[in-house]
């Protein structure tokens, strides 16, 4: 898919520091960001933002849904965990409502530990995703400075969670994105967790403290690996789209909500 801590640390950028683990014990990782969703309203401003830049021309990826700005029906807090709802309604030639969160300058990393304990909504038609992308854009535009997908669900494949990798040399737009897909039949009934372990030699996917895929960097250069660059969180849930609709829209599954339980980042202890 493309296109409280102290507060002091909520406006600086978090440097992680590069180095790699082949054990995955949580005593190997220091916290530095989260979000535990313990209090009620919208999403805290301090952590996130709301990215509505693309919604005139589909995100690139021919979506359908409209994502609003700091709108209560589309995203909040609540019971511990923050929702983003997708609503079946007309606005702006839109037929359907979302929300697409960030933390671009308010939480970017290089290297470390990013975990997302969530539940992701399914019916045909609907496109979750947990992801990353570069906050400077250092190596030039999409696919250029590079996609992390930690997680991404399309409701027309029900059993299944995808993690991918974009780069100018891998990416999708001339089918040679590295990823997996992951049978996991309960993604839109239970909670699970995803993460990415992310360092100057890799990039791990891990769901449920499981590996399911290793990205490594080749040492052929930005091409191939442009992760030597901050980035930061995504979080939305599209409609339709150029993965996501290429099986139609099922209108019975709205309203469809993804659920997420916490967002955690970690350094790695030397």
């Known amino acids: 898919m493309q296109l409280r801590f102290k507060v002091v640390l909520l406006f600086c950028l978090v440097l992680l520091k590069p180095g790699c683990t082949t054990t995955r014990s949580s005593s190997d990782w220091q916290l530095v960001w989260s979000d535990e969703f313990n209090y009620h309203g919208l999403p805290d401003p301090l952590k996130w933002n709301y990215d509505t830049i693309g919604n005139t021309y589909g995100w690139g990826n021919k979506e359908l849904q409209y994502y609003t700005y700091a709108e209560p029906k589309n995203v909040w807090v609540e019971g511990g965990f923050l929702h983003?709802?997708?609503?079946?309604?007309?606005?702006?030639?839109?037929?359907?409502?979302?929300?697409?969160?960030?933390?671009?300058?308010?939480?970017?990393?290089?290297?470390?530990?990013?975990?997302?304990?969530?539940?992701?909504?399914?019916?045909?038609?609907?496109?979750?995703?947990?992801?990353?992308?570069?906050?400077?854009?250092?190596?030039?535009?999409?696919?250029?400075?590079?996609?992390?997908?930690?997680?991404?669900?399309?409701?027309?494949?029900?059993?299944?969670?995808?993690?991918?990798?974009?780069?100018?040399?891998?990416?999708?737009?001339?089918?040679?994105?590295?990823?997996?897909?992951?049978?996991?039949?309960?993604?839109?009934?239970?909670?699970?967790?995803?993460a990415v372990e992310w360092c100057s030699e890799k990039i791990d996917f891990i769901i449920n403290d499981e590996l399911v895929f290793t990205f490594n960097n080749s040492g052929q250069g930005s091409a191939e690996w442009p992760f030597d660059q901050k980035f930061h969180l995504l979080l939305n849930v599209a409609v339709g789209g150029?993965?996501?609709?290429?099986?139609?829209?099922?209108?019975?599954?709205?309203?469809?909500?993804?659920?997420?339980?916490?967002?955690?980042?970690y350094r790695f202890r030397n």
Do not use: C
């Open 242 to 265: 150029n993965w996501g609709g290429q099986q139609g829209v099922d209108d019975s599954i709205f309203p469809a909500a993804m659920l997420i339980d916490y967002v955690r980042v």
């Open 84 to 194: 983003i709802k997708v609503q079946k309604e007309r606005i702006h030639s839109f037929d359907y409502t979302s929300a697409r969160l960030t933390t671009r300058h308010k939480g970017d990393w290089k290297y470390g530990r990013v975990e997302v304990r969530a539940k992701l909504p399914g019916g045909r038609g609907i496109w979750p995703a947990i992801w990353m992308l570069p906050t400077d854009s250092e190596y030039g535009r999409w696919p250029n400075s590079g996609e992390i997908d930690i997680v991404e669900h399309v409701g027309f494949i029900p059993d299944s969670v995808f993690v991918t990798v974009h780069t100018e040399t891998f990416n999708h737009m001339i089918n040679t994105q590295k990823g997996t897909s992951v049978f996991l039949p309960q993604s839109e009934y239970e909670f699970h967790i995803y």
